[in-house]
């Protein structure tokens, strides 16, 4: 793949993703999805396929549900509503995936202050280097 063709399909993407970001705060009203927040939309080179990955916040509970509600129920809706806002000859089938890399990054610092905090201040005294 040449870097026009990347290029393109990382711009077709960040504008489905502000357009998207819009439309589901303004014209979905489904109480479960009221806290979306799209991350990123991967289109593929062909334009036929784009991967969106989001997240629910302040809780990602009930993801599967989710996932289940914009594949099925608002896809439709979603890619007509899509291709009112963003031009373009074909709009790609709309693919919704929970993003775990938040909550995965969220695990990792609490370890990490787990583990600092199980450390005692004689072993952080003894692992400091003398002067």
């Known amino acids: ?8 399909t990382e711009r077709i993407g960040a504008e489905m993703k502000r357009a ?3 439309l ?11 806290n979306i927040t799209v991350h990123e939309v991967r289109v593929t080179r062909d334009l036929a396929h784009a991967k969106v990955y989001f997240t629910c916040f302040p809780s990602d509970e009930n993801t599967q549900a989710q996932e289940r509600l914009l594949n099925k129920q608002l896809a439709g809706f979603l890619r007509h509503a899509l291709a009112q806002e963003v ?16 909550a995965h990054g969220q695990h990792l610092s609490s370890l990490i202050e787990q583990a600092v905090a199980d450390i005692s201040p004689a072993d952080a005294d003894a692992a400091a280097p003398e002067h």
């Not at 793949?1 to 393109?8: G, H, I, T, V």
């Not at 589901?24 to 009221?34: E, G, H, I, S, W």
């Not at 031009?87 to 938040?102: A, Y």
């Open 24 to 34: 589901v705060r303004d014209q979905v009203k489904d109480p479960r999805l009221a």
């Open 87 to 102: 031009r373009l000859r074909l709009m790609p089938q709309l693919h919704f995936v929970h993003d775990e890399s938040i």
């Open 20 to 22: 998207l970001a819009v």
């Open 1 to 8: 793949m040449n870097d026009r063709e990347f290029d393109r």
